[in-house]
C-alpha cells in the first residue's frame, strides 16, 4: 500500500469536519450538549484513526491497535472524564497510531507528535478567537 498524500489527508479530513454539523444535531436531540460534543469528538477521532490504519502498510498489530483505541475511548466515555481530557486522550491515540504506521524512527515520532500539537494550538487559537467549539474541531 501506498502511503496517503497530502492532498488525501487533507480531503479525509474535510469530509470528516463537514461531518461534525449533522453528528451533533442528532446525538444532542437523543443525549444533551456536553455528552453530544464528547461522542462526536470521539467518533471523529476514531473514524480518522481506522483511515490511518487502514492506510498503513503494516499488517501485524492494525486490528489490536484499532480495538485497543475503541477501549481507551469508551472507557473515558464510560469514567466521565471532562471534555479538555477526552481532547487531549483523542489526539494523543492520533499520535500513537501516525507514529505506528508511519514512522520508522524515534525523530520522525517526535515530529508526528510535533504536527499533533501544531493542530492542537491551531484549534485553541481559532476556539479562543471564535468561542465556536465546532469552528475548532473544523
Do not use: D
Not at 100 to 114: D, E, P, T
Amino acid at each position: 500500500m501506498h502511503r496517503p498524500t497530502l492532498l488525501e489527508g487533507v480531503l479525509v479530513a474535510l469530509v470528516l469536519s463537514l461531518s461534525v454539523s449533522p453528528l451533533i444535531v442528532f446525538v444532542q436531540l437523543a443525549l444533551g450538549s456536553l455528552l453530544a460534543w464528547k461522542i462526536v469528538v470521539m467518533v471523529l477521532a476514531y473514524a480518522y484513526i481506522c483511515y490511518l490504519l487502514a492506510r498503513s502498510g503494516r499488517r501485524s498489530g492494525r486490528v489490536t491497535l484499532g480495538l485497543l483505541a475503541l477501549t481507551v475511548l469508551l472507557a473515558s466515555l464510560l469514567f466521565n472524564l471532562r471534555f479538555p481530557t477526552i481532547l487531549l486522550l483523542c489526539v494523543t491515540l492520533m499520535w500513537a497510531v501516525r507514529s505506528f504506521a508511519y514512522s520508522r524512527s524515534l525523530v520522525s515520532a517526535v515530529l508526528q507528535g510535533g504536527v499533533c500539537l501544531l493542530g492542537c494550538g491551531a484549534a485553541l487559537m481559532v476556539y479562543g478567537h471564535s468561542s465556536s467549539l465546532a469552528l475548532a474541531i473544523c
